[in-house]
């Protein structure tokens, strides 16, 4: 790959985790098919754990989903009604072949769903594929630095 073809692979990879963040926060969870693979994974077991006081009450961890369909299903289901804003950061990408890449993601977010909200900083790191519609997150995993969770 010449250095045009990779800095045009990692702005469309940029350009993806931008339509991950779009879709989460403006509810247009339909164009997150647009941004996994289909066998891809994600992993938030510590997307709500604390560093320091771990998994507040009433949270619990769950096991990684797996597969684009399920994926957008805990996405939507866990956002429809919240309030949310993400923004991701300055990221390091890697490619480490024509047609897959990896990444890391310094992030910030805010939720708010009902009387319970937080503010979480982390990272997300991550595995890419490129597909024939494109560049695609394959694994995510979302781990925190701190959360900061309020009760209203």
Same mark, same amino acid.
């Given at each position: ?7 045009? =692979?990692?702005?469309?990879? @940029?350009?993806? @985790? ?8 403006? @509810? ?12 891809? %994974? $994600? ?22 989903? *797996?597969?684009?369909? =399920? /994926? +957008? #299903?805990? /996405? #939507?289901?866990?956002?429809?009604? =919240? /309030? ?5 950061? #300055?990221?390091?990408?890697?490619? %480490? *072949?024509?047609?897959? =890449?990896?990444? /890391?993601?310094?992030?910030?977010? +805010?939720? @708010?769903?009902?009387?319970?909200? $937080? ?7 991550? #595995?890419? +594929? ?9 694994? *995510? ?12």
């Amino acid at each position: 790959m010449n250095g045009i073809d990779r800095l045009l =692979a990692i702005e469309e990879i @940029k350009q993806l @985790k931008a339509r991950y963040f779009r879709c989460m926060d403006t @509810k247009e969870f339909e164009g997150l098919h647009t941004v996994f693979a289909d066998e891809s %994974t $994600f992993d938030f077991r510590e997307a709500l754990r604390d560093p320091i006081a771990g998994t507040p009450p009433p949270f619990e961890e769950h096991p990684p989903v *797996s597969g684009r369909q =399920a /994926i +957008v #299903t805990y /996405i #939507t289901g866990a956002l429809q009604n =919240a /309030i949310s804003v993400h923004h991701g950061h #300055t990221p390091e990408i890697e490619l %480490t *072949s024509e047609t897959t =890449a990896r990444g /890391i993601w310094p992030m910030e977010d +805010v939720v @708010k769903n009902g009387t319970f909200s $937080f503010r979480g900083w982390g990272h997300y790191r991550e #595995t890419y +594929v490129r597909t024939e519609a494109g560049w695609r997150i394959a694994t *995510s995993q979302l781990t925190r630095l701190r959360v900061d969770i309020y009760s209203h």
